[in-house]
Protein backbone atom coordinates (compact mmCIF):
# COMPACT_ATOMS: atom_id res chain seq x y z
CA UNK A 1 0.00 0.00 0.00
CA UNK A 2 1.26 3.61 -0.63
CA UNK A 3 1.82 5.87 2.32
CA UNK A 4 1.17 9.01 2.88
CA UNK A 5 3.97 10.83 1.54
CA UNK A 6 4.46 14.60 0.87
CA UNK A 7 3.84 13.51 -3.03
CA UNK A 8 0.72 11.36 -2.11
CA UNK A 9 -0.28 14.45 -0.28
CA UNK A 10 0.46 16.46 -3.62
CA UNK A 11 -1.54 13.91 -5.78
CA UNK A 12 -4.97 14.27 -3.47
CA UNK A 13 -4.60 17.53 -3.36
CA UNK A 14 -3.98 17.96 -7.23
CA UNK A 15 -7.38 15.72 -6.58
CA UNK A 16 -9.34 18.14 -4.44
CA UNK A 17 -8.09 21.34 -6.28
CA UNK A 18 -9.46 19.86 -9.64
CA UNK A 19 -12.83 19.65 -8.37
CA UNK A 20 -13.39 23.08 -7.79
CA UNK A 21 -11.26 24.32 -10.59
CA UNK A 22 -13.16 22.33 -12.77
CA UNK A 23 -16.14 24.41 -11.65
CA UNK A 24 -14.39 27.39 -12.03
CA UNK A 25 -13.04 27.11 -15.37
CA UNK A 26 -16.82 26.33 -16.31
CA UNK A 27 -18.52 29.26 -15.17
CA UNK A 28 -16.13 31.54 -14.97
CA UNK A 29 -13.35 31.27 -17.44
CA UNK A 30 -10.64 31.60 -14.77
CA UNK A 31 -8.02 29.57 -13.22
CA UNK A 32 -6.45 27.36 -16.04
CA UNK A 33 -7.96 29.64 -18.89
CA UNK A 34 -6.09 32.51 -17.50
CA UNK A 35 -2.73 30.97 -17.64
CA UNK A 36 -3.77 29.54 -21.61
CA UNK A 37 -4.99 33.14 -22.17
CA UNK A 38 -1.98 35.11 -22.92
CA UNK A 39 -1.14 32.35 -25.86
CA UNK A 40 -4.52 32.14 -27.69
CA UNK A 41 -6.29 34.97 -26.71
CA UNK A 42 -8.77 35.98 -27.16
CA UNK A 43 -10.86 33.22 -26.60
CA UNK A 44 -9.65 31.43 -23.40
CA UNK A 45 -9.08 28.18 -23.23
CA UNK A 46 -10.83 26.31 -20.43
CA UNK A 47 -10.32 22.00 -19.96
CA UNK A 48 -11.20 19.72 -16.98
CA UNK A 49 -9.11 16.74 -15.64
CA UNK A 50 -10.66 13.29 -17.06
CA UNK A 51 -12.51 10.95 -15.13
CA UNK A 52 -9.45 8.98 -14.19
CA UNK A 53 -7.81 11.39 -13.06
CA UNK A 54 -9.43 10.71 -9.65
CA UNK A 55 -8.36 7.37 -8.84
CA UNK A 56 -11.10 4.99 -8.57
CA UNK A 57 -10.45 3.70 -4.90
CA UNK A 58 -7.79 3.99 -1.91
CA UNK A 59 -4.30 2.87 -3.71
CA UNK A 60 -5.59 3.83 -6.95
CA UNK A 61 -2.98 5.74 -9.71
CA UNK A 62 -4.13 8.50 -11.27
CA UNK A 63 -3.81 9.18 -15.29
CA UNK A 64 -2.55 12.04 -16.17
CA UNK A 65 -4.67 13.64 -18.76
CA UNK A 66 -6.62 17.01 -18.95
CA UNK A 67 -9.42 17.50 -21.78
CA UNK A 68 -10.26 20.99 -23.08
CA UNK A 69 -13.82 22.58 -23.03
CA UNK A 70 -14.02 25.50 -24.59
CA UNK A 71 -12.14 28.46 -26.10
CA UNK A 72 -9.39 28.62 -28.53
CA UNK A 73 -6.20 26.60 -28.43
CA UNK A 74 -3.43 27.41 -30.04
CA UNK A 75 -3.64 24.77 -32.97
CA UNK A 76 -7.00 26.80 -33.87
CA UNK A 77 -5.61 30.08 -33.50
CA UNK A 78 -2.63 29.22 -35.92
CA UNK A 79 -5.45 27.47 -38.28
CA UNK A 80 -7.75 30.61 -38.28
CA UNK A 81 -10.53 28.34 -37.15
CA UNK A 82 -13.61 29.52 -34.97
CA UNK A 83 -14.24 27.13 -31.75
CA UNK A 84 -17.32 25.69 -31.11
CA UNK A 85 -17.09 24.11 -27.39
CA UNK A 86 -20.51 22.04 -28.60
CA UNK A 87 -19.16 20.87 -31.83
CA UNK A 88 -16.59 17.79 -31.78
CA UNK A 89 -16.78 16.95 -35.45
CA UNK A 90 -13.29 18.19 -36.76
CA UNK A 91 -9.96 18.19 -34.53
CA UNK A 92 -9.18 21.15 -32.57
CA UNK A 93 -5.45 20.02 -31.84
CA UNK A 94 -2.00 19.27 -32.98
CA UNK A 95 -2.11 16.19 -35.43
CA UNK A 96 0.34 13.76 -36.61
CA UNK A 97 1.96 16.66 -39.53
CA UNK A 98 2.07 19.21 -36.61
CA UNK A 99 3.81 16.91 -33.77
CA UNK A 100 6.63 15.31 -36.10
CA UNK A 101 7.10 18.71 -37.37
CA UNK A 102 7.85 20.25 -34.12
CA UNK A 103 10.18 17.49 -33.14
CA UNK A 104 12.11 17.30 -36.51
CA UNK A 105 10.47 13.60 -37.02
CA UNK A 106 8.74 13.89 -40.88
CA UNK A 107 11.45 12.21 -42.89
CA UNK A 108 11.97 9.51 -40.31
CA UNK A 109 7.89 9.12 -39.14
CA UNK A 110 7.65 8.28 -43.20
CA UNK A 111 10.21 6.07 -43.14
CA UNK A 112 11.11 3.95 -39.98
CA UNK A 113 9.07 1.45 -37.49
CA UNK A 114 7.70 -1.34 -39.59
CA UNK A 115 8.00 -4.09 -37.50
CA UNK A 116 8.62 -2.43 -34.37
CA UNK A 117 6.26 -2.19 -31.35
CA UNK A 118 4.95 0.17 -28.80
CA UNK A 119 3.16 -0.91 -26.04
CA UNK A 120 0.58 1.19 -24.25
CA UNK A 121 -0.23 0.36 -20.56
CA UNK A 122 -3.15 1.51 -19.02
CA UNK A 123 -5.71 0.28 -16.34
CA UNK A 124 -9.42 -1.26 -17.13
CA UNK A 125 -10.67 -1.58 -20.81
CA UNK A 126 -11.86 0.76 -23.57
CA UNK A 127 -14.36 -1.30 -25.79
CA UNK A 128 -13.83 1.15 -28.93
CA UNK A 129 -10.16 1.70 -28.73
CA UNK A 130 -10.01 -0.13 -31.94
CA UNK A 131 -12.71 1.96 -33.86
CA UNK A 132 -11.83 5.03 -32.57
CA UNK A 133 -7.97 4.08 -33.62
CA UNK A 134 -9.48 3.76 -36.86
CA UNK A 135 -10.92 6.94 -36.98
CA UNK A 136 -8.03 9.12 -35.89
CA UNK A 137 -5.68 7.05 -38.19
CA UNK A 138 -7.98 7.41 -41.07
CA UNK A 139 -8.68 11.17 -40.57
CA UNK A 140 -4.74 11.59 -40.79
CA UNK A 141 -3.93 9.67 -43.76
CA UNK A 142 -2.18 7.29 -41.46
CA UNK A 143 -2.21 3.35 -43.05
CA UNK A 144 -5.15 1.26 -41.09
CA UNK A 145 -3.50 -0.22 -37.82
CA UNK A 146 -5.79 -3.67 -36.89
CA UNK A 147 -6.62 -6.28 -35.11
CA UNK A 148 -6.96 -8.02 -38.65
CA UNK A 149 -3.80 -6.62 -40.34
CA UNK A 150 -1.99 -7.94 -37.30
CA UNK A 151 -1.03 -4.18 -36.84
CA UNK A 152 -2.87 -3.69 -33.51
CA UNK A 153 -3.67 -5.89 -30.43
CA UNK A 154 -5.54 -5.46 -27.35
CA UNK A 155 -4.64 -7.71 -24.27
CA UNK A 156 -5.16 -7.88 -20.61
CA UNK A 157 -2.17 -8.20 -18.10
CA UNK A 158 -2.68 -11.77 -18.35
CA UNK A 159 -2.42 -11.74 -22.39
CA UNK A 160 -5.65 -12.74 -22.47
CA UNK A 161 -7.86 -11.58 -25.84
CA UNK A 162 -10.76 -12.20 -24.67
CA UNK A 163 -10.93 -11.77 -20.87
CA UNK A 164 -10.62 -8.17 -20.49
CA UNK A 165 -11.01 -5.64 -17.26
CA UNK A 166 -14.01 -4.03 -17.24
CA UNK A 167 -14.87 -1.19 -19.30
CA UNK A 168 -14.61 2.57 -17.38
CA UNK A 169 -15.28 5.74 -19.43
CA UNK A 170 -12.47 7.47 -17.72
CA UNK A 171 -9.67 5.30 -18.81
CA UNK A 172 -10.93 4.99 -21.62
CA UNK A 173 -10.58 8.76 -22.63
CA UNK A 174 -6.75 8.02 -21.68
CA UNK A 175 -6.61 5.28 -23.92
CA UNK A 176 -7.76 6.65 -26.76
CA UNK A 177 -4.95 9.73 -26.01
CA UNK A 178 -2.20 7.49 -25.77
CA UNK A 179 -2.87 5.31 -28.91
CA UNK A 180 -3.27 8.09 -30.99
CA UNK A 181 -0.17 9.80 -30.13
CA UNK A 182 1.75 6.84 -30.58
CA UNK A 183 0.36 6.78 -34.05
CA UNK A 184 0.95 10.27 -34.62
CA UNK A 185 4.86 9.81 -34.16
CA UNK A 186 5.25 6.30 -35.39
CA UNK A 187 2.71 5.82 -37.98
CA UNK A 188 4.45 2.41 -39.45
CA UNK A 189 4.55 0.96 -35.78
CA UNK A 190 2.75 -2.04 -34.36
CA UNK A 191 0.77 -1.18 -31.27
CA UNK A 192 -0.12 -3.12 -28.22
CA UNK A 193 -2.79 -2.10 -25.46
CA UNK A 194 -2.14 -3.73 -22.37
CA UNK A 195 -5.24 -3.27 -19.99
CA UNK A 196 -4.71 -3.68 -16.40
CA UNK A 197 -7.96 -4.99 -14.52
CA UNK A 198 -7.48 -1.89 -12.11
CA UNK A 199 -4.99 0.98 -11.65
CA UNK A 200 -3.43 -0.73 -8.65
CA UNK A 201 0.80 -0.41 -9.11
CA UNK A 202 0.81 -4.15 -8.81
CA UNK A 203 -1.91 -4.57 -11.40
CA UNK A 204 -0.16 -1.93 -13.79
CA UNK A 205 3.22 -3.09 -13.02
CA UNK A 206 2.16 -6.42 -14.11
CA UNK A 207 0.81 -5.54 -17.34
CA UNK A 208 4.59 -3.86 -18.04
CA UNK A 209 5.65 -7.21 -17.77
CA UNK A 210 3.14 -8.62 -20.04
CA UNK A 211 3.49 -5.93 -22.79
CA UNK A 212 7.69 -6.84 -22.31
CA UNK A 213 7.05 -10.70 -22.71
CA UNK A 214 5.06 -9.97 -25.62
CA UNK A 215 7.96 -8.38 -27.36
CA UNK A 216 7.59 -5.11 -27.09
CA UNK A 217 10.58 -2.65 -27.06
CA UNK A 218 8.94 0.67 -26.44
CA UNK A 219 6.99 0.83 -23.50
CA UNK A 220 4.77 4.05 -22.65
CA UNK A 221 2.92 4.61 -19.26
CA UNK A 222 0.78 7.81 -18.27
CA UNK A 223 -0.50 7.22 -14.76
CA UNK A 224 1.56 8.18 -11.55
CA UNK A 225 0.84 8.93 -7.64
CA UNK A 226 2.57 9.32 -4.80
CA UNK A 227 6.37 8.19 -3.57
CA UNK A 228 6.43 5.57 -1.34
CA UNK A 229 9.12 2.92 0.20
CA UNK A 230 8.07 0.27 -1.63
CA UNK A 231 9.16 1.89 -4.69
CA UNK A 232 12.31 0.19 -5.16
CA UNK A 233 10.85 -3.02 -4.59
CA UNK A 234 8.28 -1.50 -7.76
CA UNK A 235 11.36 -0.76 -9.60
CA UNK A 236 13.05 -4.32 -9.58
CA UNK A 237 9.52 -5.89 -10.10
CA UNK A 238 7.53 -4.11 -13.05
CA UNK A 239 10.02 -1.41 -14.38
CA UNK A 240 13.92 -3.34 -14.70
CA UNK A 241 14.07 -4.25 -18.14
CA UNK A 242 17.65 -3.75 -20.15
CA UNK A 243 17.05 -3.22 -23.70
CA UNK A 244 13.55 -2.13 -23.49
CA UNK A 245 12.36 2.28 -23.81
CA UNK A 246 10.04 2.53 -20.57
CA UNK A 247 8.49 6.17 -20.65
CA UNK A 248 6.07 7.20 -17.86
CA UNK A 249 4.21 10.73 -17.30
CA UNK A 250 5.72 13.13 -15.11
CA UNK A 251 2.52 13.66 -13.40
CA UNK A 252 -0.17 17.18 -13.84
CA UNK A 253 0.09 17.99 -10.40
CA UNK A 254 3.12 20.62 -10.62
CA UNK A 255 6.34 20.90 -8.95
CA UNK A 256 6.85 17.54 -6.76
CA UNK A 257 8.26 13.98 -8.07
CA UNK A 258 5.35 10.79 -8.13
CA UNK A 259 6.08 7.47 -8.72
CA UNK A 260 6.89 5.38 -11.16
CA UNK A 261 8.10 8.18 -13.05
CA UNK A 262 11.02 8.54 -10.67
CA UNK A 263 12.09 5.05 -11.37
CA UNK A 264 15.77 4.71 -12.41
CA UNK A 265 14.99 2.27 -14.91
CA UNK A 266 12.66 4.54 -16.53
CA UNK A 267 12.70 7.87 -18.58
CA UNK A 268 10.60 10.18 -17.39
CA UNK A 269 8.54 12.97 -19.46
CA UNK A 270 8.06 16.00 -18.59
CA UNK A 271 5.53 18.61 -20.20
CA UNK A 272 5.84 22.07 -22.42
CA UNK A 273 3.70 24.37 -23.94
CA UNK A 274 4.02 24.16 -27.47
CA UNK A 275 3.75 27.10 -29.91
CA UNK A 276 4.23 28.31 -33.29
CA UNK A 277 7.12 30.90 -34.30
CA UNK A 278 8.98 32.72 -36.88
CA UNK A 279 11.94 30.92 -35.79
CA UNK A 280 14.03 28.54 -38.26
CA UNK A 281 12.29 25.68 -35.86
CA UNK A 282 9.17 26.58 -36.61
CA UNK A 283 8.05 25.99 -32.70
CA UNK A 284 9.02 27.06 -29.49
CA UNK A 285 8.50 25.80 -25.89
CA UNK A 286 8.58 26.59 -21.90
CA UNK A 287 7.70 24.68 -19.52
CA UNK A 288 3.66 23.64 -19.29
CA UNK A 289 2.82 25.70 -15.66
CA UNK A 290 -1.06 26.57 -14.85
CA UNK A 291 -1.10 27.00 -10.92
CA UNK A 292 0.66 25.50 -8.28
CA UNK A 293 -1.56 22.20 -8.23
CA UNK A 294 -1.15 21.44 -12.37
CA UNK A 295 1.76 21.96 -14.68
CA UNK A 296 4.09 18.86 -15.40
CA UNK A 297 5.64 17.61 -12.51
CA UNK A 298 9.23 17.50 -12.02
CA UNK A 299 11.51 16.60 -8.81
CA UNK A 300 14.17 14.91 -6.41
CA UNK A 301 12.76 11.38 -6.08
CA UNK A 302 12.95 10.87 -1.57
CA UNK A 303 13.47 7.16 -2.08
CA UNK A 304 15.11 5.93 -6.01
CA UNK A 305 18.78 5.91 -6.29
CA UNK A 306 20.65 8.33 -9.10
CA UNK A 307 20.88 6.46 -11.85
CA UNK A 308 24.89 6.47 -12.81
CA UNK A 309 23.79 8.69 -15.96
CA UNK A 310 22.39 11.43 -14.12
CA UNK A 311 25.05 14.25 -13.07
CA UNK A 312 22.96 16.89 -11.82
CA UNK A 313 24.64 18.02 -8.49
CA UNK A 314 20.92 19.10 -6.36
CA UNK A 315 19.65 15.91 -6.16
CA UNK A 316 21.34 12.92 -4.73
CA UNK A 317 18.75 10.38 -5.65
CA UNK A 318 16.84 10.42 -9.04
CA UNK A 319 16.09 13.56 -10.48
CA UNK A 320 12.85 13.88 -12.59
CA UNK A 321 12.35 14.53 -15.47
CA UNK A 322 14.47 13.21 -18.24
CA UNK A 323 13.01 14.52 -21.47
CA UNK A 324 9.99 16.31 -22.34
CA UNK A 325 7.37 17.17 -24.91
CA UNK A 326 3.75 18.77 -25.50
CA UNK A 327 1.50 18.77 -22.60
CA UNK A 328 -0.10 22.20 -21.87
CA UNK A 329 -4.06 21.87 -22.88
CA UNK A 330 -3.89 25.08 -24.47
CA UNK A 331 -1.45 23.87 -27.13
CA UNK A 332 -2.83 20.52 -26.80
CA UNK A 333 -2.73 17.51 -29.13
CA UNK A 334 -6.25 16.42 -31.34
CA UNK A 335 -7.71 12.78 -30.48
CA UNK A 336 -10.89 11.12 -31.40
CA UNK A 337 -12.84 9.40 -28.20
CA UNK A 338 -16.31 7.76 -28.56
CA UNK A 339 -17.04 5.99 -24.93
CA UNK A 340 -15.76 8.47 -22.30
CA UNK A 341 -17.38 10.95 -23.53
CA UNK A 342 -20.14 12.23 -26.92
CA UNK A 343 -18.22 10.72 -29.90
CA UNK A 344 -15.80 13.04 -31.34
CA UNK A 345 -12.65 15.28 -31.55
CA UNK A 346 -11.48 16.56 -28.54
CA UNK A 347 -8.25 18.69 -27.65
CA UNK A 348 -6.39 16.76 -24.89
CA UNK A 349 -3.41 17.82 -22.92
CA UNK A 350 -1.65 16.57 -19.19
CA UNK A 351 2.08 14.65 -19.39
CA UNK A 352 -0.11 11.50 -20.36
CA UNK A 353 0.27 13.30 -24.16
CA UNK A 354 4.05 13.54 -23.69
CA UNK A 355 4.69 9.70 -22.37
CA UNK A 356 3.37 7.66 -25.84
CA UNK A 357 5.08 10.92 -27.82
CA UNK A 358 8.44 9.89 -26.42
CA UNK A 359 7.62 6.17 -26.56
CA UNK A 360 7.01 6.65 -30.31
CA UNK A 361 10.30 8.73 -30.53
CA UNK A 362 12.64 5.78 -28.97
CA UNK A 363 10.17 3.27 -31.72
CA UNK A 364 11.75 5.55 -34.75
CA UNK A 365 15.36 5.87 -33.17
CA UNK A 366 15.49 2.01 -33.52
CA UNK A 367 16.10 -0.96 -31.35
CA UNK A 368 17.96 -0.50 -28.07
CA UNK A 369 20.70 -2.62 -27.75
CA UNK A 370 20.35 -5.77 -25.33
CA UNK A 371 21.09 -4.64 -21.81
CA UNK A 372 21.27 -1.36 -22.65
CA UNK A 373 18.67 1.07 -20.05
CA UNK A 374 17.42 3.52 -23.31
CA UNK A 375 16.42 6.42 -20.24
CA UNK A 376 20.45 6.79 -20.21
CA UNK A 377 20.48 7.54 -24.33
CA UNK A 378 19.53 11.30 -23.96
CA UNK A 379 22.20 11.85 -21.13
CA UNK A 380 24.73 11.01 -24.18
CA UNK A 381 23.38 13.13 -27.04
CA UNK A 382 22.45 16.03 -25.19
CA UNK A 383 22.86 18.66 -28.17
CA UNK A 384 20.82 16.62 -30.26
CA UNK A 385 17.48 17.82 -28.49
CA UNK A 386 15.66 21.12 -27.93
CA UNK A 387 16.59 22.77 -25.16
CA UNK A 388 13.68 24.69 -23.06
CA UNK A 389 15.10 27.52 -21.34
CA UNK A 390 11.53 29.13 -19.71
CA UNK A 391 9.10 28.46 -17.58
CA UNK A 392 8.64 26.71 -14.20
CA UNK A 393 5.77 24.51 -12.56
CA UNK A 394 5.84 25.91 -8.73
CA UNK A 395 8.48 27.44 -6.08
CA UNK A 396 11.43 24.88 -4.56
CA UNK A 397 14.43 25.36 -2.74
CA UNK A 398 16.82 24.14 -5.32
CA UNK A 399 15.95 26.13 -8.64
CA UNK A 400 16.51 24.14 -10.91
CA UNK A 401 13.82 22.18 -9.55
CA UNK A 402 10.96 23.47 -10.85
CA UNK A 403 12.68 26.56 -12.80
CA UNK A 404 13.51 25.76 -16.29
CA UNK A 405 17.61 26.77 -17.87
CA UNK A 406 20.08 26.29 -20.00
CA UNK A 407 20.97 22.52 -20.13
CA UNK A 408 19.42 20.24 -17.11
CA UNK A 409 16.40 21.19 -15.37
CA UNK A 410 13.98 19.09 -13.43
CA UNK A 411 10.43 20.55 -15.29
CA UNK A 412 11.66 19.52 -18.67
CA UNK A 413 15.01 17.70 -18.40
CA UNK A 414 17.60 18.06 -21.06
CA UNK A 415 14.86 19.03 -23.23
CA UNK A 416 12.71 17.87 -26.08
CA UNK A 417 13.27 15.98 -29.47
CA UNK A 418 14.86 17.49 -32.27
CA UNK A 419 14.96 14.09 -34.89
CA UNK A 420 15.81 10.79 -33.24
CA UNK A 421 19.34 10.82 -32.58
CA UNK A 422 19.16 11.60 -29.15
CA UNK A 423 16.81 8.29 -28.68
CA UNK A 424 19.32 5.84 -30.37
CA UNK A 425 22.08 4.50 -28.00
Known amino acids: MRTNTPSTRLRWRRIGSAVTATAALLLTGLGAAAHADAAVSPARVTWAATPCATPKKAGELACDSLRVTGGTTAFQKAEGITPDAADAATPSGYGPSDLQSAYGLTSAAASNGSGRTIAIVDAYNDPNAESDLATYRSHYGLSACTTANGCFKKVSQTGSTTSLPTSDAGWSEEISLDLDMASAICPNCKILLVEAKSATMANLGTAVNEAVSLG ?52 SVGGTAL ?20 GTGSGCSAYDAKPTWQT ?103 GTPAGTTAFTG
Open 312 to 414: DSGCAKRMVSDVSAVADPATGVSVYDSYGVTAGWYTFGGTSASSPIIAGVYALAGTPSSGSYPAQFPYQHTSSLNDVTSGSNGTCSTSYFCTAKTGYDGPTGL
Open 216 to 267: AKYVSNSYGGGESSSDTSYDSSYFNHPGVAITVSAGDAGYGAEYPAASKYVT
Open 275 to 294: SRTSTTRGWTETVWNTSSTE
